[in-house]
């Protein structure tokens, strides 16, 4: 449409700018302020301070792993192991310094590294041999969960006592050590998402591998690379947990995975890879978490509270769909 | 080819579309008949795809009527086939993994008691094909047949459906010229049973063999409804164009130093299946072509010197020196560019901007250390947009909204971007418009005046006179002749890739 479009694609062009990428973010924004609105005055104790920096490093739970699955899913992958990835570095971290004679940094550092490692080796399966991610991932959920519960025979191991230790697991100027180190990590991946060759060439493989191949993007290295920062990530989330319960075990953040990967896409990254931001995931952590944390104060029974959040998650998503549908401006011929 | 009847089997009357601020199509008539074949000409935009979903029942028009058989089309796709409008897409919509009888009874499988009759399937799908004369294996596996023949089961399955009216929307944008054959005689055939078929393509000359009548559209409205036999191909460009046509002559001979270095010699390369044999050379300021049919081993070859596809055996020397490991980075810091055949499915990143598909091959340059300094992109990329002349809205519209023509300026320009003194062009002009060939015509005649090494590839045969210095004959994955200035003409290129031996 040579011609006709030239004058008409401007307006359409702003038009699918503002729904396809701010409507949903906007709509996050408005949907996170009504739910204050709500629980600010249904749920006691919900605006106060101390309820408000729970949640904060409740969301860092989520958060710093959301960041690194966020760009997993753009590339078009998917990790699943997050959960038993954070509850097997907990007990690495626990077992390391009170077991092994490691010192806490030394235990800290083993943790990091072996969750770098164990992230690579997933991201080398998917690139080398081809085997999905998906199940990649799956090998990896099974594998740490079992090895968490097999070395710990499902107790919590405790912590030594260390001022580095209550510094990760409490709180820097009143403000949580674990929400500080998500809100940074948060500024690192807005960066390297949007600054960063390996950034956009993360787009690009999720939105078109072939052409990314072409183009000179060594994909191989671009996947092993996102599945290193997931299992580096899940690590770090794996330490601050165990910082702040004062112990690793191997039962922790259990189905956190699926917390992690409902924010992501809630916050509109499409699962179908090439389209995603991590502000969308920022809002939808705090979305996930604000949600959890009014139904427990609204005392609504636990288990009624799963299918609360499911409902509410899917529909969220559902919105999502519709707004992006709407949105994406695209043309075929 | 005179096989129509009175019968009106499609009626169009005042049909109009119009999408939030495009007229994609305006009171448009068109009246069809049974056995008849009717070409739909126009560039793309021309409002050809509009009137197409709107006949499949994809669309609903804002104002107008379509009669199928004197019948209202007053529904969705379900009431379209209902009346029988079958439309055989571009692209392939086959499951290759399954065979050809089942492909043929997709959705619609025979059932006996409660059980897939695969039987049925069978005898139905071999009673279509001997229908129209086609020697395919109802019991082969899409995946092994060749495009061509893909191409002609995809008709089958609309055939077997028993259709009023048949629409095939670019059926032979897929196949080379010595293919394409097979398929025009079988969209005659369908037509001798009655069927009305309206055929979209580009291709004037295959429209000439196949059909009697042209409709041809520009900007939304039906221009004109053309007798193919007594009218000139200028005048249907003039019809499609609008404008006075622009000669379509062959550049001027240029002069091109063959005794410097060739930027680029390639000796004997052997790699995979389709290349057995390949030497050429190119010199800067040099469009070479590489004439060869589909499955010649020109696209294989191009892969090959880019590092894509493993080396079996041969050289590849650029400026004088050979290159002892073949591999995309390396070839890539050489500066040797490649663009792909398949512009949608393996050229753009669809919902990156079209700066971004522009710096996608090179960030660095547009980086201090390793963060991308996005006002340098831009800027950049706002060069190349004015230099390439790209339409777009901004620098930063998702690239898959800009037509064919322009996506493909810009995959040309992501190599420009990335320094590339060498562009392997795999058929740049695939899928384009007139207007958008010719654009790149000229683009790469430029750049090769500014020194650059080209080597184009194209299945349209005719387009190499248009653009090439020397062209090289490959055939079976050997080089097989060479023609340089004068000596190319189109007939003599297509004799040359065409003949076997």
Not at chain 1, 321 to 328: I, L, N, P, S
Not at chain 2, 322 to 342: C, N
């Amino acid at each position: 449409m040579t011609t006709t479009t030239d004058t008409a694609a401007p307006a359409r062009d702003r038009g699918a700018w503002l729904r396809g990428t701010r409507l949903n973010e906007i709509g996050l924004v408005v949907a996170i302020a009504v739910l204050y609105i709500v629980l600010g005055s249904t749920a006691a104790g919900f605006l106060n301070a101390g309820n408000q920096l729970g949640m904060l490093r409740d969301a860092a739970t989520i958060g710093i792993a959301a960041w690194g699955v966020t760009l997993v899913i753009i590339a078009g992958e998917i990790d699943i192991s997050i959960g038993p990835a954070v509850a097997f570095a907990s007990v690495l971290v626990a077992m390391g310094s009170a077991d092994w004679g490691l010192g806490v940094v030394g235990a800290i550092v083993l943790t990091l590294v072996l969750g770098t490692a164990w992230g690579a080796l997933a991201g080398w399966l998917r690139a080398q041999f081809g085997v999905p991610s998906f199940i990649a991932t799956l090998g990896l959920w099974s594998v740490l969960g079992g090895l968490g519960l097999y070395l710990t025979n499902a107790l919590p191991v405790v912590l030594p006592q260390s001022g580095l230790l209550d510094v990760l697991g409490g709180s820097i100027l009143g403000i949580p050590t674990a929400a500080i180190v998500m809100l940074v990590l948060f500024a690192v991946f807005v960066y390297v998402a949007k600054y960063t060759a390996y950034g956009r060439a993360v787009y690009a493989v999720g939105g078109n591998p072939a052409a990314a191949m072409l183009a000179g993007i060594n994909l191989s290295r671009v996947r092993i690379v996102l599945f290193a920062t997931t299992g580096l990530l899940s690590a770090i989330t794996g330490i601050l947990l165990a910082a702040r319960l004062g112990a690793g075990s191997g039962s922790a953040a259990s189905g956190l995975e699926f917390d992690v990967i409902a924010a992501v896409v809630i916050g509109g990254t499409a699962l179908a890879g090439g389209r995603g931001s991590l502000l969308g995931t920022l809002l939808g952590v705090v979305f996930i978490t604000v949600i959890g944390n009014g139904l427990v104060l609204l005392g609504v029974d636990s288990f009624l509270q799963d299918v609360i959040r499911g409902v509410i998650i899917v529909g969220a998503v559902l919105i999502n769909v519709w707004a992006g549908r709407r949105g994406t401006a695209t043309r075929t011929s | 080819m005179q096989t129509q009847t009175d019968t009106v089997v499609a009626d169009v009357r005042g049909l109009t579309k119009h999408y939030a601020g495009v007229k994609a199509l305006t009171d448009a008539d068109v009246t069809i008949r049974g056995g008849e074949v009717r070409a739909l000409l126009g560039r793309n935009g021309a409002g050809k795809s509009t009137l197409i979903r709107l006949l499949a029942g994809v669309e609903t028009a804002d104002r107008g009527t379509v009669q199928i058989a004197g019948q209202p089309l007053d529904g969705g796709v379900r009431r379209a086939a209902e009346l029988g409008v079958e439309t055989v897409h571009q692209e392939l919509s086959l499951v290759p993994q399954m065979t050809v009888a089942e492909n043929m009874f997709l959705g619609a499988w025979p059932m006996t008691g409660g059980r897939v009759d695969f039987a049925a399937m069978r005898r139905g799908a071999a009673e279509v094909l001997s229908e129209l004369d086609l020697a395919i294996d109802p019991d082969a596996l899409v995946e092994d047949l060749p495009i061509a023949e893909q191409q002609l089961v995809e008709i089958c399955r609309a055939v077997r459906r028993a259709p009023r009216l048949l629409i095939l929307d670019e059926p032979t944008s897929a196949l080379a010229a010595g293919e394409v054959a097979v398929v025009l005689a079988t969209v005659r055939r369908v037509a001798e049973t009655g069927v009305a078929v309206i055929y979209v393509s580009h291709r004037l000359d295959e429209i000439r063999q196949v059909a009697t009548s042209a409709t041809v559209m520009r900007d939304g409205r039906v221009i004109e409804t053309v007798d193919l036999e007594d009218v000139s191909t200028r005048r249907v460009v003039e019809l499609m164009l609008g404008d006075a046509v622009q000669e379509q002559d062959r550049p001027a001979t240029r002069s091109v130093d063959r005794d410097a270095t060739p930027r680029l010699s390639v000796r004997n390369l052997a790699a995979g299946r389709k290349v057995e044999d390949v030497s050429f050379d190119v010199y800067p300021g040099e469009v070479v072509g590489l004439a060869g049919l589909m499955g010649s081993g020109r696209s294989e070859t191009l892969r090959a010197i880019a590092g894509f596809d493993p080396i079996d055996s041969g050289e590849v020397w650029v400026d004088g020196t050979p290159i002892t490991s073949v591999t995309p980075r390396g070839m890539k810091s050489l500066g040797i560019g490649m663009t792909p055949e398949d512009r949608k499915s393996s050229a753009i990143v669809p919902l990156l901007g079209v700066d971004e598909n522009l710096a996608l091959a090179d960030y660095r340059q547009v980086s201090d250390g390793p963060t991308i300094r996005w006002e340098r992109l831009r800027a950049a990329a706002a060069r190349l947009i004015d230099r390439l002349s790209i339409a777009t809205a901004r620098s930063t519209t998702p690239i898959v909204n800009l037509s064919g023509g322009n996506q493909q300026k810009a995959v040309i320009g992501r190599w420009l971007h990335a320094g590339s003194r060498v562009l392997l062009l795999d058929e740049p002009t695939r899928g384009v418009d007139v207007q958008a060939k010719e654009e790149i015509y000229r683009l790469i005649r430029e750049l090769a005046d500014d020194g650059a090494a080209v080597v184009f590839v194209s299945g349209e045969l005719e387009e190499l006179p248009l653009v090439c210095d020397r062209v090289v004959v490959v055939r079976h994955g050997r080089v097989t002749g060479e023609m340089v200035g004068e000596q190319i003409t189109t007939d003599a290129v297509v004799a040359a890739a065409m003949t076997t031996d």
